[in-house]
């Protein structure tokens, strides 16, 4: 299973962004989907996720600004990101916990994007 994100770019603060990540290959479910971002020096954490069943979880710096989504038909999860802060700088990936065919059946792993950057300046 391959993850393709896209949506990164460099915007002005209070701006927006949309990320996109597509899941391909032999998937037979994807449970939960979720954004992370590093930021230079730091760890990797989480920014929002959202389960099968729609339940969302956010971090507290960006609640009320990121809205995560996802398309069950599509194997796609987005963050349309709001409000953007220059402390949004970041990679950002996502992180999809698929279920994949197998030789001897199935099983359920975390596959990751490569990561699409967000740059937020003045």
């Known amino acids: 299973v391959q993850l393709q994100a896209s949506g990164g770019g460099s915007v002005q603060p209070g701006g927006s962004l949309r990320l996109s990540c597509a899941a391909s290959?032999?998937?037979?479910?994807?449970?939960?989907m979720g954004w992370y971002r590093q930021a230079p020096g730091k760890q990797r954490e989480l920014v929002a996720e959202?389960?099968?069943?729609?339940?969302?979880n956010y971090a507290d710096s960006v609640k009320g600004r990121f809205t995560i989504s996802r398309d069950n038909d599509k194997n796609t999860v987005y963050l349309q990101m709001n409000g953007l802060k220059p402390e949004d700088t970041a990679i950002y990936y996502c992180?999809?916990?698929?279920?994949?065919?197998?030789?001897?059946?199935?099983?359920?792993?975390?596959?990751w994007g490569q990561g699409t950057l967000v740059t937020v300046s003045s």
């Open positions: 992180k999809q916990r698929v279920r994949s065919r197998t030789t001897w059946g199935s099983r359920e792993y975390d596959a």
């Open positions: 959202i389960t099968s069943g729609g339940t969302t």
């Open positions: 290959g032999s998937i037979l479910s994807i449970n939960v």
